[in-house]
Nanobody, 122 residues
Framework: QVQLVESGGGLVQSGGSLRLSCTTS????????MGWFRQAPGQEREFVAT????????YYGDSVKGRFTISRDDAKNTVYLQMNSLKPEDTDVYYC???????????????WGQGTQVTVSS
């Protein structure tokens, strides 16, 4: 059974930082691209970042480019999202996802975590 478990969310002031983690089990992590998405209530899920299975390629959504960094540790079956210079508009539930394909499109991803709440106060 494949599981993705996010952690690291919380409340932070504007301009602060958080690091999200997503630990996986039940899949061969090193063969999967990993993505981060976010969603506010009543809104569509938004692409945040993705990293290829090898870690050699990354891609970011325009709203987070230059502030967020995605990385992976295959020894720990974990993908990270370092979020700096946080803004109130970054407040969302953040989800990690896994798929063999490297893509920014949520419909591509086979497996999803349950999400972790990030709240940025002004």
């Amino acid at each position: 059974q494949v599981q993705l478990v996010e952690s690291g969310g919380g409340l932070v002031q504007s301009g602060g930082s958080l690091r999200l983690s997503c630990t996986t089990s039940g899949l061969t992590f090193s063969t999967y691209a990993m993505g981060w998405f976010r969603q506010a209530p009543g809104q569509e899920r938004e692409f945040v970042a993705t990293i290829s299975w090898s870690g050699s390629a990354t891609y970011y959504g325009d709203s987070v480019k230059g502030r967020f960094t995605i990385s992976r540790d295959d020894a720990k079956n974990t993908v990270y999202l370092q979020m700096n210079s946080l803004k109130p508009e970054d407040t969302d539930v953040y989800y990690c996802a896994a798929d063999p394909l490297f893509s920014r499109y949520e419909r591509i991803y086979d497996y999803w975590g349950q999400g972790t709440q990030v709240t940025v106060s002004s």
